[in-house]
Each structure stands twice: as structure tokens, then as C-alpha cells.
């Protein structure tokens, strides 16, 4: 029988309008960092340094941007945050038009625009809650992540590339325009999504115990500590073969560089597909077997793509595994909303990415290392014996929820 759970409501789709402009604005700058990097320097090290400066920020910023997102209304800290990146555009728009730009420059912005959407990212996670009942979870976050890998990763980058086309400066100007909307949008949500825990309580804390109840709590918590540690075998894996995906397309499979967006596009419809039907999934299944066959979707595919020269079989591969790492973000992300004290949700959210972003730091440089100093492949092979380990031990060591969970399962058990 199918339970009715009504529409999310017009606060959600206010919040929802403004992350896919949020978003829009990061895929464009990730289409065109990149290209503004090369016309700056032909320092391959040079470009590089660009993304990971923006990377490396989360794991400067990440148990301070939980605890603000805890501490301080989300929304606000939306705001502020994207307003910080707005600032730092038009600086860097400034120093573009007079021609006065470098590669440190790029990479300074490249890390304020990183911290400040650690904290954006952290807070956002945090205010869904507060904006739809906790049975429309897997909805909500399934509409929120199909959008996020349109903007991200297809729409985005082909429009931040395009720009770059037509002007050094036209991507910078459109990247900050986009997200001035996304400010005001955010300005317009309730004051329902008011932060859990007053400022004030909270400041008679020390700020290293109150950083640090977000890592106590997941330690502690068998869930979340299962989930988070799978979730970061899963990210090393996904890493290591993603990281040298160009150089085996090209290689391999024939793909011509110019011509590597089009493979990136088929993983970005699978991914918004396993996004957008991670509800029914989830209304259907347990979060145990679900989670184990998302993980398994995300790396099977890399053996298969591998053993096969024909760049159709590879696309339809790479959409079957971004169809599964959607769907493992969706509803992971559920379960952790749903499990966590609203009054640490931050912290907990800002722990659990710092683990995936360092284990996925770790796999990219463990598989350009191992491709360079092995095979191309071996990354490749290796996804698979590490996602089954993930799946395996989510398979035995996650407990179900002490009260069953609400909508999950016929028998409404995990």
C-alpha cells in the first residue's frame, strides 16, 4: 500500500531554486578556473594547485563550519557565505580586467571561494531538515542532488567553458551574478530554520569540547560510524580510477580530449537519475541493502570499463556507477539527517565529509601514483574488491535503527 506524504512545500522550493543557482555557479567555475589557469601558466602544477586549494579548504574549515552551522541560523550563514564568494569573484574580475591576475592570485581566490563553501555546503545539509517533515527526506535530498550534478557537472562546465570563449572576464562576471541570486533567494526562507541551539548556550561551551562533540557523537553513534566509514572506502576507490579517467579515454578508449565532456555527461545523466529515483528505492528497500547496492554500483563499473575499448560501453558504464554514487549520497545523507541530534547535525555533517574528502584526496593521489608506477588499469580493478568490502561490512556491521525507521522497507525494518 502507498502512503500519500504530500508536496515538500514552498520553503523547500525556494531553498531548492536557490542551491541549483549555488550550484549552477560552482560547475561554471569549474569549467573555467581550469581554462583561466592555463592562460595564466603552462605549469601543469600551476593548474593543478588551483583545484587543490579549493579542496584543501574543507579540511582546514570543516569542524568550524559545523559548529557555526549548529551555533547559527543556516540560512544566515548561506548568505554570508555566498556573499564572501561574490566578494572574492569581483576581486578577482578586477584584477582579470586590468590584466594584473597571476596564478596565486587565481589560487588565493580558489581557497576563499573553497572555505566559504564549506561552510555554504555544511549549513545547507543542515537547514533541509528544518524545512520538510523527516518522512520527505529521501525526497527532498534526491530533487536537491539531481540538480546539484546538472549544475555541477553538466550544464556548468560546458557554460563556464563557453564564456571563457568569448572573454577572459565572462565567466567570473556570470559566476557572480548567479550567485547573487542564490543570495536572495536565501533571504526569502523562514525563520523556521532558526538554528537548533541558541548562541548564546552555546557560548558558555570551550570551543575545542563543542568542536569536538561532532567526532565523539559519530564515533559513538554504530550507524554513522558504519556508514561514514564505508562511505570513505567508497570515496578512496571512486578517486583512484576517476582521477585518471582522461588519460585511459584517450589512451584506451579512443576518446579524443575535446571530446572527454561527452563521457562526463553520460555519468551526469545516470547520476541525476539515481538521484531522482532514490525515493522509490528507498520506499521499497532498507537503508542496509540499499547503501550495499549503491556501493556496489559505484565500482563494479570501473572493472567493467577496464576490459572494454568502446567509448558507447564506457558512457553507459559511467552512468550506472554515478546512477549508484547518487544514490548512495542520498540516502546516506537521509539516514545522517534523520539519526543526528538537530543541535550537532553540523558538526556530524562537517566530520563526515572530512573523512570522505580526505580518503578521496588520498585515492587520487594513490591512483595516479599506482597507474604511473604500475598500469593505467590497476586503479581501475581495484574498485571493485574495495566497494565489495564496503558492501560487505555495511552488509554485516549495520545495525538497524532501534525504532525501525519511518518509511523504509515493507516490513519497516533495515
Do not use: K
Not at 253 to 265: D, I, K, R, S
Not at 280 to 294: S, T
Amino acid at each position: 500500500m502507498t502512503t500519500t506524504i504530500g508536496p515538500l512545500g514552498a520553503p523547500f522550493w525556494r531553498f531548492w531554486t536557490s542551491t541549483t543557482f549555488a550550484n549552477l555557479a560552482d560547475g561554471i567555475r569549474a569549467g573555467a578556473f581550469p581554462l583561466i589557469a592555463a592562460s595564466l601558466t603552462d605549469s601543469p602544477f600551476g593548474v593543478a594547485l588551483i583545484a587543490a586549494c579549493q579542496q584543501g579548504a574543507w579540511l582546514i574549515f570543516g569542524l568550524a563550519a559545523g559548529l557555526l552551522a549548529d551555533r547559527r541560523s543556516p540560512g544566515r550563514v548561506l548568505a554570508a557565505a555566498d556573499t564572501v564568494r561574490v566578494a572574492a569573484l569581483a576581486a578577482l574580475l578586477t584584477l582579470l580586467a586590468l590584466d594584473a591576475a597571476t596564478i596565486p592570485i587565481l589560487a588565493g581566490a580558489a581557497f576563499v571561494m573553497g572555505a566559504a563553501e564549506t561552510f555554504r555546503d555544511t549549513s545547507a545539509q543542515s537547514m533541509l531538515p528544518r524545512l520538510v517533515p523527516e518522512r520527505q527526506l529521501e525526497r527532498a535530498n534526491g530533487r536537491l542532488f539531481g540538480t546539484e550534478i546538472v549544475g555541477n557537472e553538466f550544464i556548468g562546465p560546458l557554460l563556464g567553458a563557453a564564456l571563457f570563449g568569448i572573454a577572459l572576464t565572462a565567466p567570473v562576471a556570470v559566476d557572480a551574478a548567479v550567485l547573487v541570486t542564490a543570495v536572495l533567494l536565501v533571504l526569502t526562507l523562514p525563520r523556521t530554520a532558526a538554528p537548533a541551539r541558541s548562541a548564546a548556550s552555546a557560548g558558555t561551551a570551550r570551543l575545542r569540547t563543542e568542536l569536538l562533540l561532532g567526532v565523539r557523537w559519530l564515533l559513538r553513534h554504530p550507524r554513522q560510524r558504519v556508514i561514514s566509514a564505508a562511505g570513505s572506502v567508497i570515496c578512496f576507490a571512486d578517486a583512484a580510477w576517476w582521477s585518471v579517467l582522461v588519460l585511459y579515454s584517450e589512451s584506451a578508449l579512443g576518446v579524443p580530449v575535446a571530446f572527454f565532456g561527452a563521457l562526463l555527461a553520460a555519468g551526469a545523466v545516470g547520476g541525476t537519475l539515481g538521484a531522482l529515483g532514490s525515493e522509490r528505492l528507498a520506499a521499497q528497500f532498507g537503508v542496509r541493502p540499499l547503501l550495499a547496492a549503491a556501493a556496489l554500483s559505484t565500482g563494479l563499473p570501473a572493472v567493467l570499463i577496464a576490459l572494454t575499448d568502446s567509448p558507447i560501453a564506457a558512457g553507459a558504464l559511467l552512468a550506472l556507477s554515478s546512477a549508484g554514487f547518487a544514490l548512495w549520497n542520498v540516502v546516506a545523507l537521509s539516514a545522517r539527517q534523520r539519526e543526528t541530534p538537530p543541535q550537532l547535525l553540523g558538526r556530524v555533517t562537517a566530520v563526515h565529509r572530512i573523512a570522505l574528502y580526505g580518503s578521496g584526496t588520498a585515492g587520487a593521489l594513490a591512483g595516479g601514483w599506482i597507474a604511473s608506477s604500475v598500469a593505467l588499469t590497476v586503479p581501475f580493478h581495484s574498485a571493485g574488491p574495495l566497494v565489495a568490502l564496503a558492501a560487505i561490512g555495511l552488509l554485516i556491521t549495520l545495525p538497524p535503527r532501534p525504532d525501525g525507521g519511518p518509511g523504509h522497507g515493507r516490513s519497516g525494518s533495515e
